[in-house]
Structures are given as structure tokens and as C-alpha cells.
């Protein structure tokens, strides 16, 4: 199970936390990432990060602006999102996933951002 955390309403040109919480599996084997979904839109990747935090990846879209991270030892993942525009708003997921290509997703959390 994976339980994201940290969305809410912000200002344009500030900045949120999300958090992800893993429970039930062996979260250090996954590769975990963030995705979102605007109303509207297709789901994208947003940033991705190997096990033990090798190798993030972020989309060309937050690529400056955010940061991935995680802490395995507490099955913990972050997403620290600064700058915040406009187009930011969407609901943001995390994924887990393992080498066979199992996918495991949690609820999402909201993020709005506006004035």
C-alpha cells in the first residue's frame, strides 16, 4: 500500500512537500516515481528515483523546480516542489515499481495552485 501526503492549495512561486509512505512491501527493491494528472489531461511522469536514491529523473516540466528523494529505511519517498506555477496543478501519485514490471499506485493527493 502506498499512501501519499502534503498536497494543498499554494501561491504561485511557492512551494509544497508531498510525501509517500509504502506498507506491506519491500520498498528499497522499487524503483519509485511521482506522477500527475491534471483534469483533462494524460497522467505523466513527474520524476522517478532508483533504489538507495540512484539515478533521479525528472520531466523536462519540473526539471529545475523539483526534487525527488527517498528514504528507504523509513519506506518514505518526497517530492519538494518549489516554484510552483500554475500548470503545476494536477493530482500527484506515487508508483512503485519492481523489476518485473508489477505497478503498484496509491490514492494521489490534490495540489492547486493559484491566487
Known amino acids: 500500500q502506498l499512501v501519499e501526503s502534503g498536497g494543498g492549495l499554494v501561491e504561485p512561486g511557492g512551494s509544497l512537500r508531498l510525501s509517500c509512505v509504502g506498507s506491506g512491501l519491500a520498498f528499497g527493491r522499487y524503483l519509485m516515481s511521482w506522477y500527475r494528472q491534471a483534469p483533462g489531461k494524460e497522467r505523466e511522469l513527474v520524476a522517478s528515483i532508483g533504489s538507495g536514491g540512484n539515478s533521479p529523473r525528472y520531466g523536462d516540466s519540473v526539471q529545475g523546480r523539483f526534487t525527488i528523494s527517498r528514504v528507504d529505511s523509513k519506506n518514505a519517498m518526497y517530492l519538494q516542489m518549489n516554484g510552483l506555477k500554475r500548470e503545476d496543478t494536477a493530482m500527484y501519485y506515487c508508483?512503485?515499481?519492481?523489476?518485473?514490471?508489477?505497478?503498484?499506485w496509491g490514492q494521489g493527493t490534490e495540489v492547486t495552485v493559484s491566487s
Open positions: 508508483k512503485a515499481e519492481d523489476w518485473l514490471k508489477n505497478e503498484y
